[in-house]
Nanobody, 122 residues
Framework: QVQLVESGGGLVQAGGSLRLSCAASGRTFGSYAMGWFRQAPGKEREFVAAISWSGGNTHYADSVKGRFTISRDNAKNTVALQMNSLKPGDTAVYYC???????????????WGQGTQVTVSS
């Protein structure tokens, strides 16, 4: 069992930066792949980024590639999403997730946080 708690969301102007963090409980955190997803009002949840259990492999949605960076610290049971050059289209609730595969599909993940709101103003 893994419990996930996101933090770091907020309101930022276009072009600004935010760093989201996800704290995980459980001694097996280091064995899980971690992902970030987001859901905007009226839209389906979409993949943002993922990182393998070792941190050696990362994947990004085309819409955030070059602007967002995912990282993890297995010693601290945390995963982060550094978001730069934010756009109004990045406005959404952001969720972190843990699962057995470094996938782009929400079905690849078994555990989810409650989400944190990111709002980017123009």
């Amino acid at each position: 069992q893994v419990q996930l708690v996101e933090s770091g969301g907020g309101l930022v102007q276009a072009g600004g930066s935010l760093r989201l963090s996800c704290a995980a409980s459980g001694r097996t955190f280091g064995s899980y792949a971690m992902g970030w997803f987001r859901q905007a009002p009226g839209k389906e949840r979409e993949f943002v980024a993922a990182i393998s259990w070792s941190g050696g492999n990362t994947h990004y949605a085309d819409s955030v590639k070059g602007r967002f960076t995912i990282s993890r610290d297995n010693a601290k049971n945390t995963v982060a999403l550094q978001m730069n050059s934010l756009k109004p289209g990045d406005t959404a609730v952001y969720y972190c997730a843990a699962g057995p595969r470094t996938g782009r599909n929400s079905r690849d993940y078994d555990y989810w946080g409650q989400g944190t709101q990111v709002t980017v103003s123009s």
